[in-house]
């Protein structure tokens, strides 16, 4: 479990430009890999999110796919923000085996003031890892780089989704102190997440956030039985 930087807001909102990966973990819930190509209309974007009351808004989160693949396009999402909104991202850290990735990463977080970066720590990814460069760079940013432990429990999601039983146990509804969470993914779809990995698609950019913050609203007092439609399942 991983703390968001936290400005007290009711949604913690993140973007995935593109679910392009360097990796393919079996695990992967949003099935990311180096295969996909489709990318988040920035255009469209800009659209909703000068629908979004930033005071509704606790944190921003950046991520995939890989968003390292794609800093120039986060980096356009992220001029798009308050500067007051706190931003994190979630990496799979495998850049930290290439000095030059490295190094123009870190000058990318500081150039976007990037309050947290995650960097994920599942055994398929630490493989790909550099535990020596990511230890050094989290003792000597404690307050802004976070080594995630390894998962206890996978999510059965993504590749795994056949062996998950499709029932929600309702934890968001108990946690409602906690904020709702939502994502915008590559076609520019929505995603209610879950605390069980059940991510149901919502709504679109093409609604304005007061729409989709109603329909969130609503989601928060039930559980996933009979919500529209799962993240990848079409319409
Ligand atoms: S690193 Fe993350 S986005 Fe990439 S395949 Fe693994 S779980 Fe998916």
Redesign the pocket.
Known sequence: MVTMPNNQGLFDLSFQYS?E?N???S??M?E??PDKTEVLNLIDLLTFINTIDFALINSVGLY???PTLHLDAYNRIAAMLPTTTPIWMIS?GAWSKDPDRLVDLIRWCRAIGLRRLIV?GNP??VKHQDARALHVLSEECPEAVTLKEPDGSMLMMGRLAHRWDGVCSGKCSWKKSDPTRIAVTPPGDIMFQTCDGSYPVIGNISQPFSQIAEICRDFNHKTCSGLPRAFGETK
């Open positions: 679910l990966c990796l393919s973990c695990f992967c949003y990311g890999g995939g796919g890989e799979n994920s398929e990814q």
